[in-house]
């Protein structure tokens, strides 16, 4: 989303302090009004997403927009809001702001227009849900709802979690609020997976998908990514949340909500794992990266529609 930019270097953290600064501009933040911003998208962008997560020229549902089963997967209802503008400077409501040390936590999301339109005028609204002092480090809790610019009807409505390293310590609250399923968070049972999924990712994964709208330099040149601390770009966490949600819905159908904790990183040519297990109405997963045997996705769950019944592609 728009206005993570650093602006004016936030406040200087004091520990064991409180600064009512920060306090203040959080309180004001979360009663900010966004007025809308819009975001229109087609068939092409429908393919280029899912051309972004992985989607073969063989899946013609998926890249053929004269396929009679033509479709949106379910995880296209991160892109909207990534051109959302927040009512609030993220610099405002931490200490210490810096776009490098900003992680990308937890996300969640939920649909609620099915089936999804293969072309829409949407309109986002985003508001500050709350920001958690952890100490050395803040959790800012955003959501966005997508509505349809013509009717009103929602359409989207996500979460998203940013872990900001050394930004706390402002004195304010260390819990989070429970929100349901945008908390939840999902254990996978004590036996095998009912279902295992491996997909190797391509080298150009993450020159694909930043065509969806993230254009974080970090995925894609070298050198930047080595200021963040990585050796190499890595792949978008919304790029290999998308492969791990289109295993879910391949394979039980389509969901209401995905919610997904980011464990670790993914390089592109990396190879996914998702290990699935179907537990009544909800499919608990998590993902892990073949070459290293270390996870990239946990503690994460998706709510079917109607039990789930698996996808037509």
């Known amino acids: 989303m728009k206005n993570m930019q650093n602006r004016s270097g936030g406040s200087s953290k004091q520990e064991g302090k409180v600064d009512q600064r920060i306090l203040d501009n959080i309180e004001q933040a979360k009663k900010a009004k966004a007025e809308g911003n819009e975001f229109s998208y087609d068939d092409k962008d429908v393919i280029l997403y899912n051309l972004g997560v992985g989607a073969k020229r063989t899946e013609l549902p998926l890249l053929y927009e004269?396929?009679?089963?033509?479709?949106?997967?379910?995880?296209?209802?991160?892109?909207?809001?990534?051109?959302?503008?927040?009512?609030?400077?993220?610099?405002?409501?931490?200490s210490n702001f810096s776009p490098m040390?900003?992680?990308?936590?937890?996300?969640?999301?939920?649909?609620?227009?099915?089936?999804?339109?293969?072309?829409?005028?949407?309109?986002?609204?985003?508001?500050?849900?709350?920001?958690?002092?952890?100490?050395?480090?803040?959790?800012?809790?955003?959501?966005?709802?997508?509505?349809?610019?013509k009717t009103g009807e929602d359409v989207f409505y996500n979460e998203m979690s940013v872990f900001i390293r050394g930004s706390?310590?402002?004195?304010?609250?260390?819990?989070?609020?429970?929100?349901?399923?945008?908390?939840?968070?999902?254990?996978?049972?004590?036996?095998?997976?009912?279902?295992?999924?491996e997909e190797k990712t391509s080298e150009e994964q993450a020159a694909f998908y930043r065509l969806n709208g993230d254009r974080n330099?970090?995925?894609?040149?070298?050198?930047?990514?080595?200021?963040?601390?990585?050796?190499?770009?890595?792949?978008?966490?919304l790029c290999?949340?998308?492969?791990?949600?289109?295993?879910?819905?391949q394979r039980f159908g389509a969901f209401k909500?995905?919610?997904?904790?980011?464990?670790?990183?993914?390089?592109?040519?990396?190879?996914?794992?998702?290990?699935?297990?179907?537990?009544?109405?909800k499919v608990l997963f998590q993902t892990r990266v073949v070459e290293t045997g270390k996870l990239c996705i946990a503690g994460a769950g998706a709510e079917l529609v109607d039990g789930g019944k698996a996808a037509k592609l």
Not at 119 to 134: F, M, T
Not at 168 to 194: E, H, L, M, N
Not at 219 to 229: A, L, N, R, V
């Open 240 to 249: 290999f949340f998308g492969i791990s949600g289109k295993h879910v819905y």
């Open 66 to 94: 004269g396929s009679e089963n033509f479709q949106v997967l379910p995880t296209f209802g991160v892109i909207p809001s990534f051109s959302a503008t927040t009512p609030w400077n993220l610099d405002d409501v931490v």
């Open 101 to 149: 040390m900003l992680l990308h936590g937890e996300q969640y999301l939920e649909i609620r227009k099915f089936p999804i339109p293969t072309s829409a005028k949407l309109v986002n609204y985003p508001k500050l849900i709350e920001v958690i002092d952890k100490g050395t480090a803040a959790i800012q809790i955003s959501g966005t709802t997508t509505k349809d610019a």
């Open 217 to 237: 330099p970090l995925h894609i040149d070298p050198e930047f990514s080595k200021i963040g601390g990585f050796k190499t770009p890595i792949l978008h966490g």
């Open 168 to 197: 706390g310590g402002f004195g304010g609250s260390s819990k989070g609020t429970d929100r349901g399923a945008a908390t939840a968070v999902y254990k996978p049972p004590q036996r095998d997976p009912d279902v295992v999924v």
């Open 257 to 281: 909500n995905i919610k997904v904790r980011f464990a670790g990183t993914v390089l592109p040519g990396q190879t996914l794992r998702t290990e699935m297990w179907k537990e009544g109405g």
